[in-house]
């Protein structure tokens, strides 16, 4: 099992930047991959990112490349995702996942095995 926390989610203005924090407890020690995805009201939950153990090798969704960054430290069992240039298409609430793989950086959210509680982020005008 491993456990996920997020954290640094808020309101923000179009064009601000926010940084979210995600902290993984348990059965951290073999490699695995860890992703970002969000999902608006309404909506179905969506891939944001994705990034392998030794951070490596990243993905992004497209209307995110260029504006967000992804890294971890996996010796300290930390990811993050550094949001620059929001926009309001960005609110949602966030989550960081696990998945008990290092070889594919998955984008479908069935894929992954472990959620965190999710993190809401608000961009207005």
């Known amino acids: 099992q491993i456990q996920l926390v997020e954290s640094g989610g808020g309101l923000v203005q179009t064009g601000d930047s926010l940084r979210l924090s995600c902290a993984a407890s348990g059965r951290t020690s073999s490699p695995y991959v860890m992703g970002w995805f969000r999902q608006a009201p309404g909506k179905e939950r969506e891939f944001v990112a994705a990034i392998n153990w030794n951070g490596g090798s990243t993905h992004y969704t497209d209307s995110v490349k260029g504006r967000f960054t992804i890294s971890r430290d996996s010796a300290k069992n930390t990811m993050s995702l550094q949001m620059n240039n929001l926009k309001l298409d960005d609110t949602a609430v966030y989550y960081c996942?696990?998945?008990?793989?290092?070889?594919?950086?998955?984008?479908?959210?069935?894929?992954?095995?472990?959620w965190g509680q999710g993190t809401q982020v608000t961009v207005s005008l």
């Open positions: 996942a696990a998945d008990r793989q290092n070889l594919i950086l998955h984008t479908n959210f069935y894929d992954y095995d472990y």
